[in-house]
T-cell receptor, first 111, second 114 residues
Framework: DADVTQTPRNRITKTGKRIMLECSQT?????MYWYRQDPGLGLRLIYY???????NKGEISDGYSVSRQAQAKFSLSLESAIPNQTALYFC??????????FGEGSRLTVL | QQQVKQSPQSLIVQKGGISIINCAYE??????FPWYQQFPGKGPALLIA?????SEKKEGRFTISFNKSAKQFSLHIMDSQPGDSATYFC?????????????FGSGTQLTVLP
């Protein structure tokens, strides 16, 4: 089983719909992250959490929210999806701000 | 504003050749420079990393060259193989501030022809 699991792996939705992407990890890491990948733009940080009570905005947090339900679970929500949120989303974990361990990604298409 | 500039965007190399990907940065507070490798359908994974107190780090066929004065670092893949075909991301982390998060480059799609 993967150490960092993302669900769903693929999702197609319509503009205005609420979407939640979920991430769970078995690595025992305190730190969890959500990144967005777009062609030509690399990986950009949306939100990160250093523990259950700690949530921080990243570079591109507008239009997104997160919830850290437990040490092992970190979910990303789009309250009202728009087409320019179409992207590949990655959850990652780390023990510190060194090596990141990524999930396999969630591809979101907003029509 | 992209703090880490990566080039080229795509690279095609013959099997056995040398692949070179370059990155440049402006923030002199960066103190950790990793490279991540991403295969299609997978998440990125750490390949190799360097700190600015050394000019080169080698792991097998992969070498990072670091030029602190020029604020540039590069990944060299010697004897490139078709299995090296992937997207490569450079990244940098600041030594200051409470966040110390990684800033990624835009990525390079490497294709190694058989």
């Amino acid at each position: 089983d993967a150490d960092v699991t993302q669900t769903p792996r693929n999702r197609i939705t319509k503009t205005g719909k609420r979407i939640m992407l979920e991430c769970s990890q078995t690595k025992g890491h305190d730190r969890m992250y959500w990144y967005r990948q777009d062609p030509g733009l690399g990986l950009r940080l949306i939100y990160y959490s250093f523990d259950v009570k700690d949530i921080n905005k990243g570079e591109i947090s507008d239009g997104y929210s997160v919830s850290r339900q437990a040490q092992a679970k970190f979910s990303l929500s789009l309250e009202s999806a728009i087409p320019n949120q179409t992207a590949l989303y990655f959850c990652a974990t780390s023990r510190n701000t060194g090596e990141l361990f990524f999930g396999e990604g969630s591809r979101l298409t907003v029509l | 504003q992209q703090q880490v500039k990566q080039s080229p965007q795509s690279l095609i190399v013959q099997k056995g050749g040398i692949s070179i990907i370059n990155c440049a940065y402006e923030n002199t507070a960066f103190d950790y420079f990793p490279w991540y490798q991403q295969f299609p359908g997978k998440g990125p994974a750490l390949l190799i990393a360097i700190r600015p107190d050394v000019s080169e780090k080698k792991e097998g066929r992969f070498t990072i060259s670091f030029n602190k004065s020029a604020k540039q670092f590069s990944l060299h893949i010697m004897d490139s193989q078709p299995g090296d075909s992937a997207t490569y991301f450079c990244a940098a982390r600041s030594s200051s501030g409470s966040a110390r998060q990684l800033t990624f480059g835009s990525g390079t799609q490497l294709t190694v022809l058989p």
